[in-house]
């Protein structure tokens, strides 16, 4: 645990039965210890990777937390397990939930890289962050948000504003 409080935005994802709830109930347990800022709207987003799988519901959102990044990964995989992810990667999930920036701090274990590696490649992660973060840094780019989405190949492609009826 740091004594700083920092702040720290995540995406989360789910394409695995009901969607909305599954972002609501990883909010809600996020809530629980730590402090949540901005919510991004939710987004419908086409599978990377494996396109072989229903399409995500995505958001990100922005938390002030005093934790250290090992122990965000932590609480991070324990809610994931909580709301039935199984450990297999690329997979349908209930709810995957990744550390996007950390502060302006980098970061590189075995476990976790901070910023997320792909995060700049990524229409999923950086449309919602543009919401609601358009001016934070890359800590390691040094661009903003902003540009890193217009200098995205594939742009807003396959990125929807998911409206509930």
Do not use: W
């Not at 090992?70 to 709301?83: N, V």
């Not at 590189?108 to 543009?130: K, S």
Request: with cysteine; charged share 25%; glycine share 8%.
């Amino acid at each position: 645990m740091t004594t700083d409080t920092l702040t720290v935005y995540l995406g989360l994802g789910s394409n695995m039965g009901d969607r909305e709830d599954n972002l609501r109930r990883a909010i809600e347990m996020l809530k629980q210890r730590l402090r949540i800022g901005q919510i991004s709207p939710v987004y419908e987003t086409e599978p990377v990777g494996n396109t072989d799988q229903p399409h995500f519901l995505n958001l990100v959102c922005e938390v002030q937390t005093r934790l250290a990044p090992e122990g965000l990964l932590a609480l991070a995989k324990g809610i994931e397990r909580k709301l039935g992810r199984t450990g297999k990667s690329g997979a349908p999930r209930p709810i995957d939930i990744d550390i996007l920036l950390y502060g302006d701090e980098t970061l590189e274990t075995a476990e976790l890289t901070v910023p997320h590696p792909r995060m700049a490649e990524r229409g999923f992660v950086l449309v919602p962050l543009a919401e609601i973060a358009p001016e934070v840094t890359h800590p390691v780019s040094h661009k903003t948000v902003t540009q890193l989405l217009k200098e995205l190949k594939t742009g807003k492609q396959g990125v929807l504003p998911f409206i509930t009826v």
